[in-house]
Nanobody, 124 residues
């Protein structure tokens, strides 16, 4: 399983970005998917997750109402639409895959496969 995150960049506060996570070497529809982020000097933290059939989505309180996770299993891709961005959203964003079909994890250790990360910088 290989995951490739993209879509990061520099944006002003209040702006939007859409991150993509493309999978290869697997059928993404068999995995629950998550987005995490890590700011300098901080631990990696949960942002959002979606179940393998997209029946359930989960968000950290800090992004609820601003971020939306979605997936297109036909394209083997998961997305994170980020609106109303704030400087505190600045971090490297990682996508991750979990083969479990009985949970949607919100912890780093729930996920088996990780992408390389994409930098999101929000200026004030």
């Amino acid at each position: 399983v290989q995951l490739q995150a993209s879509g990061g960049g520099l944006v002003q506060a209040g702006g939007s970005l859409r991150l993509s996570c493309a999978a290869s070497g697997c059928t993404l529809g068999n995995y629950a998917m998550g987005w995490f982020r890590q700011a300098p000097g901080k631990e990696r933290e949960f942002v959002s997750a979606i179940s393998w059939r997209a029946f359930s989505t989960y968000y950290a309180d800090s992004v609820k109402g601003r971020f939306t996770i979605s997936r297109d299993n036909a394209k083997n891709t998961v997305y994170l639409q980020m609106n109303s961005l704030k400087p505190e959203d600045t971090a490297v964003y990682y996508c991750a895959a979990d083969s479990s079909r009985i949970r949607v994890g919100i912890e780093v250790y729930d996920y088996e496969y990780w992408g390389q990360g994409t930098q999101v910088t929000v200026s004030s």
